[in-house]
Each structure stands twice: as C-alpha cells, then as structure tokens.
C-alpha cells in the first residue's frame, strides 16, 4: 500500500463514520418525534377522559339544582301576579332557604356548590353553579322578554375552574313544568 492509497483509505473510513453517525442522528430524531407524537396522544387522551368526567359530574350538579327549582311555585305566591326576583327579604338574607318560586334564583351563583340549607356540597372546591332566569316568548324560548308571558326559562350553568362543563335549560309554566 502506498502513501497515497493508505490516505485515501483513511479519508474513506472518516467518510463512512460521518454517514454513519448522520444516520445515527436522524434515527434518534425520528424515535423523538415518535416519542413526543405518542406522549401528546396519550395527554390529549387523558384530558378528554377527564373533561368527560367534568361534564358528566356537572351534569349531574345542574340536575340536582334544577330539580330543587323546578320544585318551587312559578311566582312568588305572596305577591301580585307578574312578581319576579327575590323578595325583600329574600334580597336581604341572600339566604337560599327562603326561596319559594323560580325567578327567587334569577342570578344565583355560588361556588363551591351548597345545597339549599347553605351547607357546602362537598368535594367540589373550585366549581360554581349560576342561574339565570327570565320570562321568554311563548313560541321562543330562546328570546327574553321584559313581561310577565307565563312561562319562564331556567338556566343553570355548571364552570370547573372557570371553564363551562355543563349547562342545563328548563322551562316552567304557571301551571306546571315542561324540561
Ligand atoms: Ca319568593
Ligand atoms: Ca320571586
């Protein structure tokens, strides 16, 4: 071998070790982005389980809320009729013991979740439940009105950190009620 052919050989081996590591490089690349792809997957899974779960959960709040207002008479029986919102004394405890007809909960809001008595429910620290009420169109239940039309629409809304997880609508008649 002469001098020539030894360095050429030499340069052909320092070649093939570049390729070599290039490749290296790329696989390792490759298996990175597979990783990364896999792990975001598996997060993106592991979030929409649990966002499941939030909506199911605040489902089930709304419902139990909803039910104990759909328990109430349409307007407040000791008031002239197309009464609506609390009464004064109902404004002024703020107490929701002592609501007795739907529009009493008109803007309701309380976070953590309590039951009617004001007990907290427990295990939801960072959950609220809100509630809008208004009188709506006979034939529209999506357009608000500013008058008494005999029938209301009850919304309650359930937010897990600040984020809607479930909203539930109803409305009640002054003769009965219709989900
Ligand atoms: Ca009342
Ligand atoms: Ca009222």
Known sequence: ????????????????????????????VIVSVILLTAMNMVGAAGQSTRSMTDRGTGHLLA??????????????????PGSFGNEDF??????RSYY?????????????????????????DGWRRKVEVDWVHPTDADLTVD??????RILVTVTRAGVKVAELQALRTD????E
């Open 175 to 178: 003769s009965g009620g219709d």
């Open 147 to 152: 008058s008494n039309t005999g029938i209301k």
């Open 1 to 28: 071998m002469n001098r020539w052919t030894g360095h050429h050989r030499n340069k052909q081996l320092v070649r093939r070790r570049a390729v070599h590591m290039i490749e290296v490089a790329v696989s390792m």
């Open 100 to 124: 007795d007809d739907v529009d009493d909960y008109d803007r309701w809001s309380s976070k953590p979740p309590v039951y009617k008595d004001g007990t907290t429910v427990p295990g939801y």
């Open 63 to 80: 419902e139990q809320l909803m039910a104990e207002i759909m328990a109430q008479a349409y307007e407040e029986p000791d008031a002239p």
């Open 90 to 95: 109902e404004d002024v405890t703020k107490d």
